[in-house]
């Protein structure tokens, strides 16, 4: 019987031979519980966004009973309610605030950024996001729209002896106290999320990933203009779109270093959602998204790093094109590309995941989901290079197919 360290070590050298195009003693199995633990462990969604005992316990006993290689730490994106609470966040509706106790998170589509303020965005982002975008979007910081910009308080005589007057009005002072009484929940996040990661390698699970980013398009589009400004912004001004990704990515690539240096993790979490094929064609694909996204990745690479995209929807179209990265470094999740035509493609250059169908997962049979699994290990897990997964996270899957996904892809999956 193996140690805990013993098994951690395994988990990890599994996972990183299959990144590499290694061939791993197994397939390994990486899924994203998200909101599963919930249901089941008898609890609602809204008591794991607000209670930190109660997700570090519905996880840990989810990665215990189901034994992934490795787990994902839940305390980033899930423990927050408080957080949220306090800022009053606007673009996000959770359970208590808009949504049922039972339901997932939903994120407000909008122009947070209007198409006038690009210029402001270029010239300087943090000071655009604390005056202009902070107060739009979280109604306990819109006291900093009072503020003056502060690049302009430099020294003695140049902007300081004045420049600091913003700070005596009283709706400034009260988003300087929400600031702190947020700081109070970030650190609580912190806490916990370095006591999961730590408990989690005591008992033998690796973390999926020690940092996560966004493509720039996608941090623009998502956050800043929404679907329909950015939509327009591709013919309207497509210039100012390109700077605004090259404004954004030293700061994609800072959270990533960030983010990988702080956990000693080297997998980079980076969802991509609106470069489906879809959403733009291939040109518009080539022109406004790819660039500055494989300019992320390939710095992440050589910084010693694993890009680790998922990919939303169907992405078949863009294959030859994200072909395009040193080989053996990065590892794209796919949600419904063509997996034969992705390994036939891709198999040399990077390792794919997934992508087996949450419809069969929520709806179907433990035997549908094995006939699925032995499908993708017959044709795309051959040679190495794969990694069994859903096609996105578990919220409302059946734990029988959860089950039969791991004990399926442990048994048949053995090289």
Same mark, same amino acid.
């Given at each position: 019987?193996?140690?805990? /360290? ?89 359970? &208590? ?12 589509? #909008? ?27 979280? #109604? ?18 140049? #902007?300081?002896?004045? &420049?600091?007057? #913003? ?42 990933? &020690? ?71 291939? /040109? ?43 080989? &053996? ?87």
């Amino acid at each position: 019987m193996k140690t805990p /360290e013993e098994l951690y070590q395994q988990r990890e050298k599994r996972v990183q031979d299959a990144i590499a195009l290694r061939v791993p003693d197994r397939v390994p199995i990486l899924v994203l519980f998200a909101f599963f633990p919930a249901k089941y462990c008898g609890m609602t969604i809204q008591e794991l966004m607000y209670d930190p005992e109660k997700i570090f316990q519905a996880e840990w006993k989810t990665m215990i009973d189901f034994e992934p290689d490795m787990d994902n730490n839940p305390f980033g994106i899930r423990l927050l309610g408080p957080l949220l609470e306090t800022l009053d966040f606007k673009p996000l509706k959770w359970p &208590g605030h808009g949504v049922a106790a039972n339901h997932t998170y939903q994120y407000i589509e #909008g122009e947070y950024m209007k198409a006038e303020e690009y210029d402001h965005f270029l010239l300087d982002p943090t000071d655009f996001m604390i005056r202009r975008f902070w107060p739009r979007i979280m #109604g306990g910081l819109s006291g900093l729209q009072q503020l003056p910009p502060l690049h302009n308080i430099i020294s003695y005589y140049l #902007g300081m002896p004045m &420049g600091f007057r #913003g700070f005596t009005q009283p709706e400034v002072k009260e988003a300087l106290e929400t600031l702190v009484k947020a700081g109070e929940k970030s650190l609580e996040i912190a806490a916990y999320s370095m006591r999961f990661s730590k408990e989690a390698r005591e008992a033998g699970f690796p973390m999926q990933y &020690g940092a996560l980013c966004q493509a720039p398009f996608d941090t623009l589009t998502d956050f800043f203009r929404g679907m329909k400004g950015a939509m327009l912004d591709l013919y309207r001004r497509p210039e100012k779109v390109i700077q605004a990704c090259e404004k954004l990515l030293p700061f994609m690539i800072e959270m990533a270093l960030n983010g990988t240096r702080a956990s000693g993790n080297p997998r980079v979490f980076i969802p991509i959602h609106w470069g489906l094929d879809n959403f733009m064609s291939r /040109e518009q694909f080539n022109r406004f998204f790819w660039p500055t996204l494989r300019d992320l990745m390939v710095t992440l690479i050589h910084e010693g790093l694993n890009p680790c995209p998922l990919w939303e929807g169907n992405c078949t179209t863009r294959l030859e094109t994200i072909k395009d990265i040193p080989a &053996g470094k990065a590892c794209y999740a796919f949600e419904a590309t063509d997996m034969v035509k992705a390994k036939e493609i891709l198999g040399g250059t990077v390792c794919i995941r997934g992508n087996v169908p949450l419809s069969i997962i929520a709806t179907g049979t433990p035997d549908q989901v094995r006939a699925c699994c032995k499908k993708l290990i017959d044709t795309v897990a051959q040679g190495g290079g794969y990694i069994m997964d859903t096609s996105t996270g578990l919220d409302d899957a059946k734990p029988e197919n959860v089950k039969a996904l791991i004990d399926f892809t442990r048994e048949y999956g053995v090289y």
